[in-house]
């Protein structure tokens, strides 16, 4: 269908209020579900079992003890869910990692599962299971896996986008270049070279909402799922994929979420839930604990990278290289290459060359987190940049202004850029009190910038108008971040009724067209853009049903400020008719009234952010605390600001927890050390200072309202921000992510020696 | 009448050419012609690519027309969170 996604400026009345969200009172009051919280009769308890070895060839599996167990109902191995995935490396690799296959390649990675009437009945089968390893050489630091004699996570890896083609295998699965110009000769007209090389360890998203799920297989071959997701549509095709279902036949109803942040982007133990239950004939409950989603859910990379940056002396940028090695866990992914067409993405840059490299290591699957690849790479260039600034003893902020990407620039991954906002971060950046409020004892302040990609989807949308003019709007994006409360204004504004004569909901797979999964920023962006469209239709439907009322032309009915009016001196003294009016009549002027919209919701448009972070650092133990935290951020239209401001403070959040102390700390066993949030120290609000947020309004030309997503670009900049303000505080660089105490103290304490 | 760049993945099966002219009137009559072209790209064209024009990132809509001379770049499809 088409729609015209233009821009148009005009006043709101409902977008850019902040009423409450519809499923507030649910969540704070314990009512609403999660994944964990449905049941349904006869249920069994699934449990996993998972490799203790990070790299082991599985030589047998014996289950016969287990099935012997009373309680037990069904046992499920690689077996039980044949390769049905032809040839696509993706779906095979999401297949090997739900369960393994010849090789335990992490550990944590499931061998076999368990159904059984109760836990204590799952927990004790799961002992009589016989696995028979033989335990391989592994590899887990990203640049240990690059040398010559480390061990092969597969030994089948060919590194791809090489010309010739290497002839031995190797853990480098891909290599990928963007960039143009001449570097070298960038590099000799500058006057100021900064050059380093990085780290970052590996983090997890950190949901608070482990992966959970109810499935039940039916004889005729049908099937239900119940599930934490982020894109029940794409779990749906991804379990029917790999159980060999048909697609119609497989209702998946999302639940609530409590936080996915990219890590539920695709299956973990959806499709053993399902062949456990197909096995068993009964519904099974699979519940991820919390050392479960940290040894076998999907983290984001740890990385390498070097980064070399020229200017001359007034501050202009003649050169940028990278070179950016990012862990992929045991599968092939793009993270690397994201890195790369994402690090210099803010600058204007004349000559500019960055070469991602893909690592196989043996820990758990990388997934998504955020603007997945995009923060680790700001973090080394902004570093880069800010430590540059210092040598010119230039402001940083100005020398960033001064080479800004703006409309025009040829990006560093390729394509020239259209209006972009960049520039008006800056600028906000530079006349925020924040940048000139004094500073105290032991205190830096660090800036720095961030830009991700936006993009949109497949979406699909309902619009009903209920008999007494209230209106469901049920959509197929999954709500992470409030996106019903924006929807519902976004409806309201379009018909021109009440914010709260509109439900939202989340429709399921069966009673609504396939919709892509929340992310990359889409789910407000998408799904308003298909809501004004069915709003649209809709009204169409009214303006008609309006005419009929009156019986007069549809041509002599226009829609204003939610009602139909009767134009021209003919019909002009009719008292408008409202959407309750219309609605009231619908059973006699055609039935129903809804409206209905399938778009794709392409140009998104790219996305910028600036912070500014101060931080003060305790020089006798290396802690420290961010005492100012504030975000610029573009957002297009903020529907909903609050949630906005929510989008900005979570990214941020996530990325001060990121920077400071989160990280994936594995013994020599291979084995992750600290798969618990005793260990692994997410920030908690106490850790955390009010994070101040301005939000920036320049009108996305790709949207009827200027709507830009806003989800993701506020976790790019923060690494770098708090590096460059620790930096600054104890006047020595920090390189290395986390930047812990211990690593705070290690530094001064280098420093103090030399 | 545009010319295509391909990401450095495409080339080498596309007779090892970065850029493409094609006379296209529309993202989807450029893939078509292109994999017409080049039979090798129909794998990374299915579910694979994404298409900038004129520096708008396009991932799903094939209708999109391009305009004369426009510039193109093929890129991978992005993953987000």
Not at chain 1, 178 to 189: E, I, L, N, P
Not at chain 1, 366 to 371: E, S
Not at chain 1, 399 to 428: C, F, M, Q
Request: glycine fraction near 10%.
């Amino acid at each position: 269908m088409s729609f015209d996604a233009a821009y148009r400026s005009k006043m709101f009345n409902s977008v850019g209020t902040r009423p409450l969200r519809p499923d507030g009172v649910d969540k704070v009051t314990g009512r609403a579900r999660y994944g964990a919280d449905f049941n349904m009769p006869g249920q069994l308890v699934a449990r996993v079992l998972r490799s203790p070895h990070a790299h082991a060839r599985i030589k047998s599996i014996n289950t016969t003890r287990a099935e012997a167990l009373k309680g037990v109902k069904a046992i499920v191995t690689a077996a039980d869910l044949p390769d049905l995935t032809d040839g696509d490396a993706e779906l095979f690799a999401i297949l090997d990692n739900c369960m393994a296959r010849t090789k335990a390649m992490y550990d944590g990675h499931a061998v076999a599962a368990v159904a059984a009437i109760d836990e204590k009945a799952a927990k004790a089968a799961l002992k009589l299971i016989e696995v028979d390893y033989e335990v391989l050489p592994h590899v887990i630091d990203v640049d240990e896996a690059t040398a010559s004699d480390a061990p092969l996570v597969d030994d089948s890896c060919i590194t791809g986008g090489m010309d010739p083609a290497p002839k031995t295998p190797s853990n480098i699965a891909n290599r990928a270049e963007f960039g143009h110009g001449d570097v070298d000769a960038g590099f000799d007209q500058a006057d100021i070279i900064v050059e380093r090389s990085y780290k970052t360890e590996q983090t997890h998203q950190g949901y608070i909402e482990p992966h959970a799920c109810v499935a039940n297989c039916n004889t005729d071959g049908s099937a239900e799922l119940w599930v934490c997701t982020q894109g029940h549509f794409v779990y749906r095709q991804n379990c029917a994929d790999l159980l060999g279902l048909e697609v119609s036949k497989l209702r998946v109803t999302s639940s609530e979420i409590g936080g996915g942040f990219g890590g539920k982007t695709h299956v973990w133990t959806e499709p053993v839930a399902l062949a456990l239950s197909r096995k068993a004939g009964r519904p099974v409950k699979l519940v991820m604990s919390r050392e479960e989603v940290f040894r076998a859910s999907g983290p984001t990379s740890a990385t390498s990278i070097d980064v070399k940056v020229g200017a001359k002396k007034d501050g202009t940028i003649t050169a940028a290289s990278a070179t950016l090695r990012y862990a992929s866990g045991p599968y092939a992914g793009m993270w690397a290459e994201l890195g790369a067409m994402t690090s210099f993405a803010c600058y204007d840059l004349e000559n500019v060359k960055t070469v991602g490299f893909e690592i196989l290591v043996n820990r758990p699957k990388t997934t998504a987190y955020r603007a997945p690849s995009a923060p680790m790479a700001a973090f080394t260039v902004e570093s880069a940049i800010d430590e540059l600034a210092h040598k010119i003893g230039m402001d940083a902020v100005d020398l960033r202004i001064k080479n800004a990407a703006a409309e025009g620039t040829r990006s560093s991954y390729g394509p020239v850029y259209g209006p972009i906002g960049i520039g008006p971060t800056l600028e906000a950046a530079k006349a925020h009190p924040h940048m000139s409020a004094p500073l105290g004892k032991n205190q830096g302040r660090g800036m720095a910038c961030g830009f991700w990609f936006n993009f949109g989807g497949q979406t699909c949308t309902d619009l009903n108008v209920n008999a007494d003019g209230t209106v469901t709007l049920a959509v197929g994006t999954v709500d992470v971040g409030g996106s019903r409360a924006s929807l519902s204004l976004i409806a309201a504004e379009e018909l021109g009724i009440e914010y709260t004569d509109i439900k939202a909901v989340i429709a399921d797979t069966a009673t609504l067209g396939y919709n892509d999964m929340t992310d990359g920023s889409r789910g407000t962006f998408s799904t308003s853009m298909a809501t004004i469209s069915a709003a649209r239709n809709a009204i169409e439907v009214m303006r008609q049903r309006a005419a009929l009322m009156w019986d007069i032309p549809p041509e002599d009915v226009y829609w204003e400020d939610g009602h139909a009016h009767a134009s021209g001196t003919k019909h002009g003294n009719r008292a408008p008719l409202s959407v309750k009016e219309i609605a009231a009549e619908a059973g006699n002027t055609g039935g129903p009234i809804a409206g209905h919209s399938e778009l794709v919701a392409d140009g998104a448009g790219v996305s910028f952010a600036t912070h500014i972070c101060d931080i003060e650092v305790d020089p006798e133990t290396g802690s420290s605390r961010v005492v100012r935290y504030t975000v610029i951020q573009d957002a297009g239209k903020a529907v909903h600001p609050s949630y906005v401001e929510g989008q900005y403070q979570g990214g941020a959040a996530q990325g001060i927890g990121w920077a400071l102390n989160e990280e994936y700390i594995y013994g020599e066993d291979g084995r992750l050390q600290n798969p618990g949030f005793l260990d692994y120290r997410i920030p908690v609000c106490s850790d955390l200072p009010m994070i101040d947020t301005q939000i920036l309004e320049i009108p996305n030309p790709n949207h009827p309202y200027g709507v830009r997503g806003v989800g993701e670009t506020s976790i790019v900049p923060p690494l770098a921000a708090i590096a460059n303000a620790v930096s600054n505080a104890v006047g020595v660089r920090m390189t290395h992510i986390p930047i812990s105490p211990p690593r705070i103290l290690a530094a001064l304490n280098d420093t103090a020696e030399s | 009448m545009v010319d295509v760049t391909l990401w450095a993945g495409l080339r080498p099966l596309a007779d090892n050419q970065k850029v493409v002219r094609v006379e296209a009137r529309t993202i989807r009559e450029l893939l078509r012609k292109l994999e017409e072209r080049y039979p090798g790209l129909r794998g990374p064209f299915r579910g694979e690519v994404a298409v900038a024009v004129d520096g708008v990132i396009y991932r799903n809509d094939w209708s999109k027309e391009l305009p004369e001379g426009a510039e193109v770049i093929l890129m991978r499809r992005l993953s987000g969170g």
